[in-house]
Structure formats: C-alpha cells, structure tokens
C-alpha cells in the first residue's frame, strides 16, 4: 500500500503565509513528479504546482510569484510554501504523486486526502 498524507493546511487571514507537508510511505521504488492540486466550493479541481524528481517546477498562472513547490527525495515529502494568500485560494488543496512501487511496475497516480485552506478575515 502507498499513502500519501498531507498535513499544515488551516484558516489564515488574507497576505497571510501556510505551508502544506505531504508525506508518502509504503511500498515505493521511485516517486516520479509529485503535486499540489486544489478544488474550491463548486469548481473542478485544479493544477497549484508541480516538481519533478530532478527538481523542474510548474506553476498555475494564478500562483506563480506567490507559492514554491519543494521537495526532500530522502523523505519522499513534497511542500508547498504559500505566501501573500487571498480569499480565492480557499479550497481544499490535495497531494499528488506518480509512484513506481517496484522495479518491474509502472508509475501510478496517488493522492493524498485533501487539507482545507481557508483564507478569510
């Protein structure tokens, strides 16, 4: 089994900061990209951010400049460092991998269970 659990998410005022964790274990060979999603009240979800395992990031027009993707390969744990937050980045924000749980198998899409992000005075 793989898990992905993300945690840090919370009610921040607006220009506020939040920075959300998420941790994946079980059985893993190789984590390939892994990302940050976000689904607000009534919307489709949406890409946030995404970084390869070499360390390439992309970003939503809606983020750039604002949010930074990381990620530690040795704790298979990527971040997501939200600065200058406002009321439209409320949703909740899930984790996303592609992972390779053997040698002999194909990558798979995981996700984590979603963290709320509130942004709001």
């Known amino acids: 089994q793989v898990q992905l659990v993300e945690s840090g998410g919370g009610l921040v005022q607006p220009g506020g900061s939040l920075t959300l964790s998420c941790a994946a274990s079980g059985s893993i060979f190789r984590i390939n990209a892994m990302g940050w999603y976000r689904q607000a009240p009534g919307k489709q979800r949406e890409l946030v951010a995404t970084?390869?395992?070499?360390?390439?990031?992309n970003y939503a027009a809606s983020v750039k400049g604002r949010f930074t993707i990381s990620r530690d390969n040795a704790k298979n744990t990527v971040y997501l460092q939200m600065n200058s937050l406002k009321p439209e980045d409320t949703a909740v924000y899930y984790c996303?991998?592609?992972?390779?749980?053997?040698?002999?198998?194909?990558?798979?899409?995981?996700w984590g269970q979603g963290t709320q992000v509130t942004v709001s005075s």
């Open positions: 970084i390869t395992s070499s360390g390439s990031t």
């Open positions: 996303n991998a592609l992972i390779r749980r053997y040698s002999w198998s194909i990558s798979q899409d995981y």
